[in-house]
């Protein structure tokens, strides 16, 4: 891995719809120290049906604007028409922020929806990293970096040591191993019994091959965890074995991780989501705010 270099300034899009994960999201920024010259763009869309209301909108957007300026932040606001996903990513494109920030759910989330449908579209669909934050908001003192040695997690790792500091955070750094293969017995010719067998006698080829993966495991982790004290960070590295979102969900519920910081492959060519299985699932499942770091 490359050395990790801060950045002198950070730009942030911040989507606010008035919802309560909004307020979440304006919560976490308000923690985030950046540098001086950082910016925080405001940015609210209405629907052609919201239109009549529009000063309504504009007075709250307004509050939220003079919040981020109280907090010391360099902050302006901007209200337009459309459609929130469609013009949220169309400014991200146009304008290259470092970071979108954006509640989980908004406003006219269905129940039991665990991603509101503008959220999900950003993160599928923009070309920059995006944190999606989950309410209640209750600091980030606790951080978790998702690393399977890819170059798309990676990136997520040099991106978040460019990340806004933030105050009195320690970091957990975890690499998942390959769950051991399911012992398969047949039962009849066309029928395979995928249930586990006991007892199961670990071959020495299985035996040495896991030992491989948790040296490596364990070197990646030594790598990551380097990487991130040289710049501050109280790193910590943590190995599991098994399918990696449980094991992650299951991780930031037993630690009560504040954030997740994953990478993701992002979208093709054919604009198909090939954003990682597990990475996608964080997102839709974990109860805490992801942040998600595209490409590599």
Same mark, same amino acid.
């Given at each position: 891995?490359?050395?990790?270099?801060?950045?002198?300034?950070?730009?942030?899009?911040?989507?606010?719809?008035?919802?309560?994960?909004?307020?979440?999201?304006?919560?976490?920024?308000?923690?985030?120290?950046?540098? +001086?010259? !950082? +910016?925080?763009?405001?940015?609210?869309?209405?629907?052609?049906?919201?239109?009549?209301?529009?000063?309504?909108?504009?007075?709250?957007?307004?509050?939220?604007?003079?919040?981020?300026?109280?907090?010391?932040? &360099?902050?302006?606001?901007?209200?337009?028409?459309?459609?929130?996903?469609?013009?949220?990513?169309?400014?991200?494109?146009?304008?290259?922020?470092?970071?979108?920030?954006?509640?989980?759910?908004?406003?006219? !989330?269905?129940?039991?929806?665990?991603?509101?449908?503008?959220? +999900? +579209?950003?993160?599928?669909?923009?070309?920059?990293?995006?944190?999606?934050?989950?309410?209640?908001?209750?600091?980030?003192?606790?951080?978790?970096?998702?690393?399977?040695? %890819?170059?798309?997690?990676?990136?997520?790792?040099?991106?978040?040591?460019?990340?806004?500091?933030?105050?009195?955070?320690?970091?957990?750094?975890?690499?998942?191993?390959?769950?051991?293969?399911?012992?398969?017995?047949?039962?009849?010719?066309?029928?395979?019994?995928? %249930?586990?067998?006991?007892?199961?006698?670990?071959?020495?080829?299985?035996?040495?091959?896991?030992?491989?993966?948790?040296?490596?495991?364990?070197?990646?982790?030594?790598?990551?965890?380097?990487?991130?004290?040289?710049?501050?960070?109280?790193?910590?590295?943590?190995?599991?074995?098994?399918?990696?979102?449980?094991?992650?969900?299951?991780?930031?519920?037993?630690?009560?991780?504040?954030?997740?910081?994953?990478?993701?492959?992002?979208? %093709?060519?054919?604009? &198909?989501?090939?954003?990682?299985?597990?990475?996608?699932?964080?997102?839709?499942?974990?109860?805490?705010?992801?942040?998600?770091?595209?490409? %590599?």
């Amino acid at each position: 891995m490359s050395a990790i270099k801060k950045k002198s300034n950070f730009s942030i899009l911040l989507a606010d719809d008035g919802s309560e994960h909004a307020r979440a999201a304006v919560s976490l920024l308000a923690d985030l120290k950046t540098p +001086q010259s !950082s +910016q925080v763009h405001i940015l609210r869309v209405i629907t052609p049906l919201q239109a009549a209301e529009h000063e309504v909108f504009e007075s709250a957007l307004e509050a939220t604007r003079k919040l981020l300026l109280m907090k010391g932040m &360099s902050a302006d606001a901007e209200l337009l028409l459309g459609y929130p996903a469609e013009k949220i990513i169309e400014y991200s494109g146009e304008h290259e922020p470092d970071l979108i920030v954006l509640g989980a759910k908004g406003l006219r !989330s269905t129940f039991g929806i665990l991603l509101g449908g503008v959220a +999900q +579209q950003v993160v599928e669909y923009a070309s920059c990293p995006v944190l999606i934050v989950r309410a209640p908001y209750n600091g980030l003192s606790h951080i978790l970096v998702a690393s399977d040695g %890819s170059l798309s997690s990676i990136a997520a790792i040099n991106y978040f040591g460019n990340f806004p500091s933030l105050v009195k955070a320690s970091v957990d750094v975890i690499h998942v191993l390959p769950p051991p293969p399911l012992p398969i017995s047949v039962v009849e010719p066309m029928f395979m019994d995928l %249930s586990p067998t006991e007892p199961w006698e670990i071959t020495e080829e299985e035996a040495a091959r896991r030992i491989k993966e948790e040296e490596d495991g364990n070197v990646l982790l030594t790598t990551c965890c380097d990487q991130l004290r040289r710049i501050g960070f109280e790193a910590t590295g943590i190995l599991k074995r098994g399918d990696a979102a449980t094991e992650i969900i299951e991780y930031v519920k037993a630690e009560k991780i504040n954030m997740i910081v994953t990478g993701s492959r992002g979208l %093709s060519r054919l604009k &198909s989501w090939l954003m990682g299985s597990v990475s996608r699932k964080l997102v839709h499942y974990s109860d805490c705010s992801v942040l998600v770091v595209r490409g %590599s």
